[in-house]
């Protein structure tokens, strides 16, 4: 790096190395004209160094410009060498109070939602860990970028504004004293100098818009160069640009990639160099090519010397930011410089110049003048404040710019406006000031342009630009919410005044929309387009909060209140005048009432869902009642000129519209509809729509008489007819037999009740009912939870959120319900406390259809689990306010008695009449609110009032003369008993239970006696027989059920005494049957009391066992057995590194890679797993052709992935899914097939190595002898023959039979190739040597992955398996033992001797690995697997079980000095060295003999007790590896000492492994041929070159790999993220960090940055990693996201929860919640533990399979 910079400073031009900054800066200081010095200096030089070739030098650039062009203003501005005069300053400057630090993209930041006052105050993380919030309730979020650190910003934070910090820079600063008296005057001048020129240069420069001339810089000898520069838009995709490029300038796609990752990332980037003409050739070509679609990318050609300087232009800007960090008064100066004016007046100051050309400028450009703005204007609060007046006066015109602009938000200068408008003195200044609510409505409404003839805003066929700009015209409205975000806590008059002006124009903005949208329902035919109802809902939306805040703010002030009610009330009678035009009058009468209304059917006429006039008002409404205006002021208001019908004829139009929708009857109007009825009750936008709509009703009928509000009601829901003739009813369904129109108006009829019970029944707004905000919020968690136990996230989207998106949720939760923590899956959960249950309201208002129904079948479920009747009475209500008071008299209203009278009258003469159980339960529910009513009115009543509310009087008359008809009592009473009510009995008993309880109250308060009623009495005593009678019943039935149930156990167990044999023989079947269970696992008594041994010629003889399976394709049952059809298990093999101890050794060529030997860092192994699952092998290979050829069949039709890989031999298991690839034969026990009869005397460990190294000797001989005989030089033939003793029983020829059937033979073949062809990475050949030797590996390392995993949980060795890896591991180890019958003997004999040849060394084999370096269980498996190919010509009778035992010795001989060569023993200072057991001294021995055969290298130890214990716990791993193999090999049961975690494992490991206690033992017994092996291993060089410290080697036991450590603070990691920039784009953050939980590097994923090149296909830096890292499987934390990716192969990935959790104990993907989080340890594991079980690629399968949309991501670019 270095000497390449040397080499370009050579290069450079010597007169520019030459300058001396202060020279020039003293030339400056003795200029008369300082500005044309400055320039000339600048037009001399700048093109000189920057832009001097096609590609930029930065490194270059910036070391030139601060030698030659910035040095000098430094000099001259500092007045000495700056490198002194800077730290002067800044040890002179007070450090500021505020933060100011600028957040980077994805940086953390952290808001309190406790003292925050609005959500946009937020903390950088180190303000944050030292402030007082930490402790509070926070919310934590990633930033975008751009916004800053408001610590020390007292308006921003309601307590805590300073951290630790900060805090010390408060205490001694005299309040707004002026910073530039800290400078010396004559710096102050320079000061001003230097920035006037610099500052009007650079803004100068930027906002030039002719391509090839210069602002006063004209250069003596220009240079005739141009560049072809490409501008960044948001608006064509990185592939369009990236080809484009590559048509037009001829470069390849990595450049091409490279100019769009600039373009995009600093806004413009040059593509071509040269002269006009060929720079312009590639402009057009651009032009051309992206002009089809869309609008053409922006490309200019720009002379160099222009390029040159704004590049300087920048450079000055970013500079002038940094100098004026070291000194406020050097700020102060630059806002001074920067908000001048001009000579040219209004907007000529520099600043206004930059805000104005905003929209003009590039990406880059912006963001370092913004960066500027707000290290200056932003941070000095004098010139905040002019800045923010400066912004404000603009504000119309930077928005219009912003319209056109087509880069987002966070790039223009209008999102400034968040950093001006949430600070509330600035807010309130601006207001009164700058009249800026206006400003903000009126430009807002300018950009709506489109009406309709009466003025409302009309979306129809919105075109895709007008959608653009709605898009942004939206962000209008959150700069008004910003403004009205803080309230004002003291009014001037004008605030009042220019509130209310902005109020007014909000009015106006809410004309237009009141009816906009407006529908006719379709008769006939369905609609044909659905018509455009979006926008409007999208508008009503954005809206809402600020709507809420209006009110908040007219409920501060009275007169504000006053003023602001009336105008409303004027706009509102101005929308009614445009409505009621031609509508006739007519007269409804109904129970000696009559009321005049318009004739209006919502069926027929135009209806529009919004009305935001109408409902403000209602709010404002509520608002008089809750402040007491109302009371106080009545004479200001004009109460008296309401007209009550008017108010309400809209909202009750928009409720029976819904109704209507319910009923079916606007079902040709299409989804439109649908959508728009949803999101008014929506939980977004009810609170200002139809819960003001319910509340203008409660207004409406609080000032009529209730009557005529019921008549007038009836009427809009088209049911008048039926309920003022009698006997229509009746009439109506004999005439009227069309079904539909019957069900129409019966549901029509149950909405109408359900809208009179919400009138009613909800009064938990503060101002309706004395009740206060929090109770509102207790009743909406208490009905949520009713329908079941909740997540904190579930209810908190449930809530109206305010405008600080706080739900007021958190104070109120532990009073109504208890909070469950989560288990390993799942979340944690509110339930509903007991004691709530009473305030439980079925027609609760903000229930949707579906949640009333679950929550009344839970509510019901819960009183029988509790022994009540499942009666659901109304609950008791609060009292109204007295401005709603009247209200209540609507139940006790003469219609309203003829109504319920009416539907009762119905329900007794059931046969009659049209009608439905819903609507009989919603009168019930009116009744007994009714009651519920009066029976508090009696409760609280004083002496002097009476009680109006007389409700039980009238429902006990009975009706007038002419109809007679009974009282709604006596109806209630025949109700009581009607066969057909069962479901609402409870219910009529509680009313009249209540009845009751009232007349007896009012008897005691005897202000009004009450007629006797008969019957009651009667009733109650009634009642009690009733319920003692069900009790009896009860009890008799429990009874007789336990009777039952001890009958029928009795019964079974005789049946079973009797047919005792049958049992037995049943279940011996089912051992012998079932797939898990094998030969071994029911040992018989025989064995158990002697001892257990796995192998040797000691080994324990079984009984062997039928196994019998059966086959999951065909269902046929059939015994495994050596020569019938194959049974196989679906199997996946894959590459694993999960034990590797070094994961970047990379096999350079699989062709030519030798695998016989593994080294023990297990840098890759082949791991196999089973689903357990059984077929036919002719079953599966029917099956995987099907699977197959509709994957060819589906490829021409559609290119999608599955998510299994035909074309890798993958399928999913038939069955279970599981993902496979091959399958594995069931074989019986192979051992006993080969072993022969053992006569002979069997050798002693010397003699057999003696007798086999003859064997190998001979093989060696004969098959050179086969090379030579066929080239035929058979002269010294018989001479090698006489040489060649043959050892006694011999046979080199004999080839041994197969024992196995073809079916099984062809099964041994497929495996075996499989296991080669994914464990190498190769493609299949069956014939190669190496297949046998990757299927012994694969049966080892799949051993040492299943000990590792039960040593690591601390379980057992046996009898924990889980039955479908008990199975596997059979076959596999079954399977690698016979495979040695398909392969070709001698290359199997081969393999043998040279694995020998490592521990015993012999003259062919010179080559092979030091002991260091070979895996002793990889060793003893290929060693033992392969020895029965020696053994099947040796026919001197020893026994198979001979060799296995010795070479089991052998090996672990070699493993024990393998151990104490790498153990690192320190005496730990353990004093436990006085034992000196036998076993003790024995290792000293050995370890002493050791140090003799190394030449002293090693460390002398005295110690034998650390030896031995480090020997036992090296060795333990390899011997329960070791204790599986042979288990599974020889079919020999574990002893049931190793099937329980106890004491003296290692010895009960020993005798099993027919083992001496004392390992040691084995050196001794065999003293005199292991001496010469020790010998020969220790004088390997590799093992001098370990002893000499030159080269490392693995020491025992090995480590458990785990997955990283995580912390336990979410934000640590999102800090570490935002730290971590993107490696190959120079400094520019990762947009996707991605941390690698198997080795924790993190990544930039997702990104054309860090694409490489992976086997021809470019894949992400994740896909990249996880073949170095995983070998194609990685485990990935999407940092940003909080989400934890699986990895495996190209094609298959799934997303899987974080094990990161809330407080609630829920994950929060994608970080939208922002509550704090923390690692839980028990998901983690679970993570870790399908790492290590190599479960991932299972588990992506699944969940590919369960979710379709995962097979089409496309992994590999992640």
Known sequence: MAADLEAEVQAIDKSLLECSAEEIAVKWLQANDLQKEVYQHLAYYVPKIYC????????????????????????????????????????????????????????????????????????????????????????????????????????????????????????????????????????????????????????????????????????????????????????????????????????????????????DRDGRRSVRYGDFQYCDQAKSVIVRNTSRQTKPLKVQVMHSSIVAHQSFGLKLLTWLGSVIGYSDGLRRILCQVGLQEGPEGENSSLVDKLMLYDSKLWKGARNVYHQLFMSSLLMDLKYKKLFAIRFARNYERLQSDFMKDDHDREFSIADLSIQIFTVPSLARMLITEENLMTTIIKTFMDHLRHRDIQGRFQFERYTALQAFKFRRVQSLILDLKYVLISKPTEWSDDLRHKFLEGFDAFLELLKCMQGMDPITRQVGQHIEMEPEWEAAFTLQMKLTLVI??????????????????????????????????????IVLSMCGHSVETIRYCVSQEKVSIHLPVSRLLAGLHVLLSKTEVAYKFPELLPLSELSPPMLIEHPLRCLVLCAQVHAGMWRRNGFSLVNQIYYYHNVKCRREMFDKDIIMLQTGVSMMDPNHFLMIMLSRFELYQIFSTPDYGKRFSTENTNKDVVQQNNTLIEEMLYLIIMIVGERFSPGIGQVNATDEIKREIIHQLSIRPMAHSELVKALPEDENRETGMESVIEEVACFKKPGLTGRGLYELKPECARNFNLYFYHFSRAEQSKAEEAQRKLKRQNREDTALPPPALPPFC????????????????????????????????????SMLQRVLHLLGMALQEEKQHLENLSEENVVTFTFTQKISKPGDAPSNS???????????????????????????????????????????????????????????????????????ARLRR???????????????????????????????????????????????????????????????????????LCQEEQEVKVDSRAMVLAAFIQRSTVLSKNRNKIIPDPEKYDPLFMHPDLSCGTHTGSCGHIMHAHCWQRYFDAVQAKEQRRQQRLRVHTSYDVENGEFLCPLCECLSNTVIPLLPPPRVLF???????????????????????????????????????????????????????????????????????????????????????????????????????????????????????????????????????????????????????????????????????????????????????????????????????????????????????????????????????????????????????????????????????????????????????????????????????????????????GTNQFEHLCSYLSLPNNLTCLFQENSEILNTLIESWCSNNEVKRYLEGKRDAISYARESNKLIDLPDDYSCLINQASNFSCPKSGGDKSRAPTLCLVCGTMLCSQSYCCQTELEGEDVGACTAHTYTCGSGVGIFLRVRECQVLFLAGKTKGCFYPPPYLDDYGETDQGLRRGNPLHLCKERFKKIQKLWQQHSITEEIGHAQEANQTLVGIDWQHL
């Open 966 to 1036: 009974p009282s709604i009592l006596a109806m209630l009473e025949t109700l009581q008993n009607a066969p057909h009510l069962e479901v609402h009995k409870d219910m009529i008993r509680w009313i009249l239970k209540t009845f009751n309880t009232i007349k007896k109250l009012r008897e005691s308060s005897s202000t009004s006696p009450v007629a006797e009623t008969e019957g009651t009495i009667m009733e109650e005593s009634s009642r009690d027989k009733d319920k003692a009678e069900r009790k009896r019943k009860a009890e008799i």
């Open 52 to 263: 001097r070739g096609p590609n930029p030098a930065p490194q270059r650039e910036d070391m030139l410009a601060q030698h030659v062009l910035l040095g000098p203003m430094e000099w001259y501005l500092c007045g000495e060498d700056p490198a002194f005069g800077f730290p002067k300053l800044e040890q002179a400057n007070k450090p500021s109070h505020l933060c100011g630090r600028v957040f980077k993209v994805g940086e953390p930041t952290y808001s309190c939602r406790d003292c925050a006052v609005d959500p946009t105050c937020v903390l950088c993380m180190e303000c944050f860990l030292g402030s007082i919030h930490r402790e509070h309730r926070y919310r934590m979020t990633t930033s975008g970028g751009g916004g800053f650190c408001d610590c020390g910003d007292t308006e921003a934070w309601k307590e805590g504004p300073y951290c630790q910090k900060h805090e010390l820079n408060t205490s001694e600063t005299a309040e707004e004293e002026d910073p530039l008296v800290q400078l010396p005057e004559d710096m102050v001048a320079r000061a001003y100098n230097i920035f006037a020129i610099t500052f009007k240069y650079a803004v100068d420069i930027l906002t030039w818009e002719k391509e090839n001339e210069l602002p006063g810089l004209e250069m003596i000898e220009k240079s005739d160069t141009y560049y072809c520069m490409l501008f960044n838009d948001e608006v064509h995709t990185y592939e369009q640009v990236i080809y484009t490029l590559q048509k037009a300038v001829n470069c390849t796609q990595k450049e091409a990639i490279g100019f769009a990752t600039t373009v």
């Open 882 to 917: 007295p401005l709603f008071a009247s209200l209540i008299n609507i139940l006790q209203s003469d219609v309203m008695l003829c109504i319920m009278g009416t539907i009762l009258q119905w329900a007794v003469e059931h046969n009659g009449y049209a009608w439905s159980e």
């Open 548 to 585: 809420s805040m209006m009110q908040d703010w007219c409920a501060l002030d009275e007169k504000v209140l006053i003023e602001a009610y009336k105008k409303c009330l004027t706009v509102l009678m101005q929308c009614h005048s445009g409505f009621t035009d031609g509508e006739q009058p």
């Open 1235 to 1541: 072993n022969r009869l053992d006569i002979a005397g069997q050798p002693n460990l010397a003699q057999w190595i003696k007798t086999t190294s003859q064997q190998i000797k001979a093989l060696y001989l004969l098959r050179d002898e086969d090379c030579a005989s066929k080239s035929e030089e058979i002269s010294g033939n018989s001479e090698k023959m006489d040489q060649l003793q043959l050892p006694e029983g011999f046979r080199p020829d004999f080839k041994p039979k197969n024992p196995y059937s073809e079916s099984i033979k062809e099964m041994l073949t497929t495996f075996g190739t499989a296991t080669y062809k994914v464990g190498l990475k190769v493609h299949p050949n069956e014939e190669d040597p190496r297949v046998p030797i990757m299927c012994w590996g694969s049966c080892a390392y799949t051993i040492q992955t299943i000990e590792r995993i039960l040593a690591d949980e601390d379980k057992p060795l046996f009898g924990h398996l889980p039955c479908r890896q008990d199975d596997c591991l059979t076959s596999l180890t079954r399977f690698a033992a016979a495979h040695w019958t398909v392969s070709s003997l001698s290359a199997v004999q081969g393999h043998f001797c040279t694995l020998l040849a490592s521990l015993v060394p012999n003259e062919k084999n010179g080559d092979v690995p030091c002991i260091l370096d070979i895996d002793m269980f990889h060793l003893l498996v290929s060693l033992v697997l392969s020895f029965p190919a020696i053994h099947c010509q040796d026919f001197s009778g020893v026994s198979l079980g001979t060799g296995d035992l010795h070479l089991f010795h052998l090996v672990t001989m070699a493993h024990i000095i393998q151990i104490l060569l790498t153990s690192s023993t320190e005496d730990n200072g353990m004093d436990q060295e006085d034992t000196n057991s036998e076993e003790e001294v024995a290792v000293l021995t050995l370890y002493k003999f050791l140090c003799q055969c190394t030449g002293s290298a090693l460390k002398e130890i005295s110690s034998g007790w650390h030896l031995w214990r480090n020997l036992k716990a090296g060795i333990m791993p390899f011997l329960r590896c070791s204790a599986l193999f042979f288990h599974y090999l020889n079919g020999v049961p574990a002893p049931s000492e190793i099937q329980v975690n």
């Open 1042 to 1112: 336990e009777k039952i149930m001890a009958q029928m156990s009795e019964m079974q167990r005789h049946f079973i005494n009797e047919n005792k044999e049958l049992f037995q023989q049943t279940l011996e079947e089912l051992d012998t049957s079932t797939s898990g269970v094998l030969f071994f696992e029911c040992s018989s008594p025989v064995i158990s009391d002697a001892k257990l041994t796995a192998l040797g010629p000691e080994q324990t003889r079984v009984a062997e066992h039928r196994q019998v399976v059966m086959c999951i």
